[in-house]
C-alpha cells in the first residue's frame, strides 16, 4: 500500500509555476501492478521519483508499509563521479544486502564489462539504465518503479531484462511508466492516469489505456 497525503509538487518554467502534483489524496492498493500513463510532460516520471524519495514535495508526505526501489529507468539514481561497482556497493549498505552477492549479479546482468569499474559520468544513457535497471532486480522490493526501462539494449538484453522482471513480479508489485500499451498489458493489472496534476485509478486496466488514448487523440 501506498499512501498520498495532500501531495504537491511544483517547477517554476520561465518565470512561471507549473504545477504537477496538485493536492493529491490517494491510496494505492497492495497487490496490484499499475500502469502510469499521461502525456508527455504531465509528470510521470516526476512522480516516480517523489514515491521513491529521489525528489522531495512541495508539501504533503507519501507513506508505504513495504519497500519501494528507486525508479529503475532513471539514470540520475546513481552518484556520476563513483564507478559502477562503488554504486552498487554503496547501494547494497543502504538496503542491508550482501554486497559480494549483489556485485556479482550486477556485473554479469549489466554487460558493462570494464566500464563496471569506470565512473558513472562516463557512462551513455542506456548503460545507466541497465546498471540502475540490474541493481534494482538484484534487490527484493515489494514494489518496483519503472520508467521505460525494458526498452534498453539489444534484443538479447531486452528479452533477458524482461524474463527477470518477469521474474520478480511473481513476488512483486510494479508501478511502470511505458509508451508500449502491449508492453504495460504483459506486467500490469490496472492503470493510473495523470492528468493537469491529478491521478485517476482504474481497477481495469483496458479502461485507463482507453481514457489515456482518448486525452491523447
Given at each position: 500500500?501506498?499512501?498520498?497525503?495532500?501531495?504537491?509538487?511544483?517547477?517554476?518554467?520561465?518565470?512561471?509555476?507549473?504545477?504537477?502534483?496538485?493536492?493529491?489524496?490517494?491510496?494505492?492498493?497492495?497487490?496490484?501492478?499499475?500502469?502510469?500513463?499521461?502525456?508527455?510532460?504531465?509528470?510521470?516520471?516526476?512522480?516516480?521519483?517523489?514515491?521513491?524519495?529521489?525528489?522531495?514535495?512541495?508539501?504533503?508526505?507519501?507513506?508505504?508499509?513495504?519497500?519501494?526501489?528507486?525508479?529503475?529507468?532513471?539514470?540520475?539514481?546513481?552518484?556520476?563521479?563513483?564507478?559502477?561497482?562503488?554504486?552498487?556497493?554503496?547501494?547494497?549498505?543502504?538496503?542491508?544486502?550482501?554486497?559480494?552477492?549483489?556485485?556479482?549479479?550486477?556485473?554479469?546482468?549489466?554487460?558493462?564489462?570494464?566500464?563496471?569499474?569506470?565512473?558513472?559520468?562516463?557512462?551513455?544513457?542506456?548503460?545507466?539504465?541497465?546498471?540502475?535497471?540490474?541493481?534494482?532486480?538484484?534487490?527484493?522490493?515489494?514494489?518496483?518503479?519503472?520508467?521505460?526501462?525494458?526498452?534498453?539494449?539489444?534484443?538479447?538484453?531486452?528479452?533477458?531484462?524482461?524474463?527477470?522482471?518477469?521474474?520478480?513480479?511473481?513476488?512483486?508489485?510494479?508501478?511502470?511508466?511505458?509508451?508500449?500499451?502491449?508492453?504495460?498489458?504483459?506486467?500490469?493489472?490496472?492503470?493510473?492516469?495523470?492528468?493537469?496534476?491529478?491521478?485517476?485509478?482504474?481497477?481495469?486496466?483496458?479502461?485507463?489505456i482507453e481514457l489515456h488514448e482518448r486525452m491523447l487523440a
Amino acid at each position: 500500500m501506498i499512501h498520498f497525503e495532500h501531495l504537491t509538487k511544483s517547477f517554476r518554467i520561465r518565470g512561471e509555476r507549473k504545477l504537477v502534483i496538485d493536492d493529491l489524496n490517494m491510496t494505492l492498493p497492495s497487490g496490484r501492478s499499475l500502469a502510469l500513463l499521461g502525456r508527455n510532460g504531465a509528470g510521470k516520471s516526476t512522480l516516480l521519483q517523489l514515491i521513491a524519495g529521489t525528489l522531495r514535495p512541495d508539501r504533503g508526505r507519501i507513506w508505504s508499509d513495504g519497500s519501494i526501489s528507486w525508479p529503475v529507468g532513471f539514470g540520475g539514481s546513481f552518484h556520476r563521479e563513483l564507478t559502477g561497482a562503488q554504486n552498487v556497493r554503496f547501494i547494497a549498505r543502504i538496503y542491508g544486502v550482501d554486497t559480494d552477492s549483489l556485485l556479482e549479479f550486477v556485473e554479469d546482468f549489466t554487460e558493462l564489462g570494464k566500464y563496471f569499474h569506470m565512473p558513472v559520468r562516463s557512462y551513455s544513457s542506456g548503460m545507466r539504465s541497465r546498471l540502475t535497471f540490474g541493481t534494482s532486480m538484484g534487490i527484493h522490493f515489494d514494489t518496483y518503479l519503472v520508467d521505460e526501462v525494458t526498452a534498453v539494449g539489444d534484443a538479447s538484453f531486452k528479452r533477458k531484462s524482461k524474463a527477470v522482471f518477469r521474474e520478480r513480479m511473481k513476488t512483486s508489485n510494479a508501478i511502470m511508466v511505458s509508451h508500449s500499451m502491449n508492453q504495460l498489458r504483459q506486467f500490469c493489472d490496472a492503470g493510473l492516469v495523470l492528468e493537469h496534476g491529478r491521478i485517476s485509478y482504474f481497477e481495469n486496466l483496458e479502461q485507463a489505456i482507453e481514457l489515456h488514448e482518448r486525452m491523447l487523440a
